[in-house]
């Protein structure tokens, strides 16, 4: 696990390619590969007081039990983006969920 230390209340986990854009933008950046490198990077960020973590959403399938952990705070908002390979829907998904639980009421 690699990482750049350059951000303020916003952090992006994900593969080396997907982070790649963020660390050139100065966001912090974390580079992980297993479910353990992206457990042991979202514990510290968020004792470290990020209030907005991107996941990208491969790793993120990853770590169900780490989103479900975070999902009932307020921060830090773990909030899963496409990856450097596009989208297959499961950061849709979980913003559809999290509505559905804010407002009681699906909203497509």
Do not use: W
């Not at 997907?18 to 912090?28: C, E, I, K």
């Not at 968020?46 to 921060?75: D, H, K, S, W």
């Not at 909030?79 to 639980?101: A, L």
Request: charged share 25%.
């Amino acid at each position: 696990m690699s990482q750049t230390k350059t951000g303020g209340g916003i952090a992006v986990i994900g593969d080396r390619e997907s982070v790649m854009l963020f660390r050139v933008l100065g966001v912090q950046t974390v580079a992980a590969e297993t479910a353990e490198e992206v457990s042991r990077a979202i514990h510290r960020l968020a004792r470290e007081g990020f209030a907005i973590i991107y996941l990208t959403e491969e790793l993120a399938r990853l770590v169900p039990e780490e989103l479900a952990r975070y999902q009932a705070r307020t921060c830090p908002a773990i909030i899963p983006i496409p990856g450097s390979r596009g989208s297959d829907g499961f950061g849709r998904e979980q913003i559809q969920s999290n509505i559905y639980k804010a407002v009681g009421m699906d909203l497509q």
